[in-house]
């Protein structure tokens, strides 16, 4: 019995993990990748059909290990996903009433967000280049603060 539910846990976590590799390369991944990872999921989850019916263990605990499996494997997953994923310089457009120019422009430069702006009439714009996440949080709680409207542009960095 306990052979079989170390087994049924193992693979229903290996299952897991494989179908959110799955889901993650079927939207961001290549062709050839998502085929590739779509076989190994569906292989394994044909094993895990056949396990799940034949394993000596109640229902109550096939589906609360089913269901912790889902929620540690997911958050593994996208945990690795995320630490993984390369940093993207933004370039948001903040515009703001021209009452509010000294304000942004002095938050910007106090939180180091590198920005030059330029007036038009009763608005300016503001232009900030963000190199990590957390520059560009802080840029956007800083439009914020002044009631800007941004608009955000996204570009991979290159090495």
Request: aromatic share 8%; hydrophobic share 45%.
């Amino acid at each position: 019995m306990t052979t079989a539910i170390i087994l049924f846990i193992g693979c229903t976590l290996l299952n897991v993990v494989l179908a959110t590799i799955k889901s993650v390369m079927t939207i961001k991944g290549s062709k050839a990748s998502a085929a590739v990872w779509n076989a190994l999921s569906f292989g394994l989850y044909a094993y895990i059909v056949i396990l799940t019916a034949n394993a000596p263990i109640t229902t109550f605990w096939k589906v609360f290990i089913t269901a912790a499996c889902n929620l540690v494997g997911v958050y593994g997953v996208k945990l690795v996903e995320e630490r993984m994923r390369k940093d993207k310089m933004w370039k948001l457009e903040m515009t703001v009433r021209n009452e509010e120019v000294e304000n942004l422009h002095k938050l910007l430069s106090t939180a180091g967000i590198p920005n030059h702006y330029l007036t038009a009439g009763k608005h300016t714009v503001f232009n900030c280049y963000c190199e990590t996440k957390e520059q560009t949080d802080k840029a956007m709680k800083c439009g914020e603060i002044c009631q800007a409207k941004t608009f955000a542009s996204e570009t991979t960095l290159s090495p």
